[in-house]
């Protein structure tokens, strides 16, 4: 078992110590770090955590094995430094840093034998690992082209004010929050990106947020892809690649269907997973060495250099190489 101090106690930290409080043999929440201990204070009663005002002084404690960050977006690289520099394990919720310049600084300030774990959830869910087998296992023959959708609507639920719907912390809409899920499965499942062209407006948040962001793909290997991101439509999770031989449709976080030449699709359907304990369970397996955390460090920088590419492709209206 694993003693982590969190830093970031919003509703997304929240979740993620709920996820596995209780519940996890492998991993759990001794401190949460706020700047307001009274507003935390009753969450880390129930759960027996201390609670410290900064991550500087969670770093210095023996009984804290390693660090979960949970912060603005803006704040991850800078923390990721402060960690190496302790020498704990750290992981980072998504997106990893919002630059390319700021993640490779935060990677380089690491030693290569450091866990450093992004927060990819998605990658966790059976179908995708499904999805993964069949495309390592050439069922889909070459893949050609994927059509990435995720959206959502949050309109009413962020509010001026809040990080979260700055432009700054959250460039390029609902890429972020929902989008970068997607380039980091395009990256996992098919090949890096290596150029991008997009475009991203706000047509009816009043929020800072754009709400409509579409972008096109290349990918190294010769494949392309596109990714939509919308912010005030229905909830929308939807991955289908195109190969040679067959197509495979992520409909839902649960549902896959693969389609081949002169046959019944076939529909497989799975129950949900808690994917945020399992991420963070994996982390933990990390940390004590049992395996390695599956989302590489070449796989983050990518991820984040197509993230950047995207925001400054709709800025300037042209192709930008990564």
Known sequence: MKTAAIAGFGNWGRKLVKSIEGTSDRLRFGVIISRDPERVAEDANQIGADVVTTLEEALVRTDVDCIVLATP???HAEQVKLCAQAG???FVEKPFALTLASAESALK????????AAGHNRRFLPSVQRLSQEIAAGTLGRVLFAEANFSGNVAGKYHRGQWRASGTES????????GIHMIDLIVHLIAPVSRVTALSRRQVLEIEMDDTTAALLE?????SATLVSLMATVPTFRLKIFGT????????EHKLTISRQDAAPEVMTYDPAET??????????????RQEYPVGRAEILNGIAAFEAIGTSAATSRWVDL
């Open 73 to 75: 977006h803006s704040m």
């Open 88 to 90: 704990k394990p750290v």
């Open 219 to 223: 990918l190294e290997n010769g494949a």
């Open 109 to 116: 300030a690491c030693p290569p034998d450091m866990v450093v």
């Open 171 to 178: 460039p390029a809409g609902g890429l972020a929050g929902a």
């Open 276 to 289: 945020e304990r399992m991420e963070l369970e994996a982390f933990a397996d990390a940390v004590s060495g």
């Open 245 to 252: 031989e067959a197509s495979a449709e992520l409909d839902g």
